[in-house]
Structure formats: C-alpha cells, structure tokens
C-alpha cells in the first residue's frame, strides 16, 4: 500500500513539474493561438488557450481583449475596465 502511494505521489510530481515547466516557457507577450491574448493571461484566467478576443468570458459586455488591456479579471463580472475619467488634462 505505501508502496503505490509513493508510486502515484509521484507520478502527480511529475505532471505537476511539467506543467510548471511548460508554463514558465511561455513568454511575457507571446500568443500562440493569435487571437490578440497573451498566452500567460489565458492560461492564469482560463487554464488554456480556447477563449477569443472578442468573446465575453463573464458576460459584463466587455470582451476578453478589453479586459486584458485594462488588467482586468475576465472571470469576474464585478470587475471591468472603468470609463476614462471625467477631468480633462
């Protein structure tokens, strides 16, 4: 019985290094799939790469683009970018 958990903690060890290892290859603005996301944004608020620019992940009428350029959570439809401020300079 010891035996097999030591065999399955480390098998998850090994998945677990190897995905760190995977995401820490992804560079700062790198975007594999194109869609005008940075890789590291989609995977830290998605876990992958299936979401579009254009899509509206939380349903708050901002789309993903424009939550990531305002550094917003795309998962959380309490928080979106804010409107420019009313004073001008």
């Keep these: ?27 700062a603005n790198e975007d594999i799939d194109g869609d005008g996301l ?4 989609e995977l830290q608020y998605f876990g992958d790469l299936g979401q579009v620019a254009d899509g509206d992940f ?7 683009l424009e939550e990531f350029e305002a550094e917003t959570d795309p998962a959380d439809a309490n928080e979106g970018p804010r409107p420019p401020s009313a004073n001008p300079t």
Excluded: P, Q
Aim: charged fraction near 25%; proline fraction near 0%; hydrophobic fraction near 55%.
């Design 58 to 64: 939380d349903g708050d009428d901002f789309t993903n």
């Design 38 to 41: 940075a890789d590291w944004w």
């Design 1 to 27: 019985m010891k035996r097999r958990t030591a065999r399955i903690l480390t098998v998850e060890l090994v998945v677990c290094l190897a995905a760190l290892s995977m995401v820490s290859h992804v560079f």
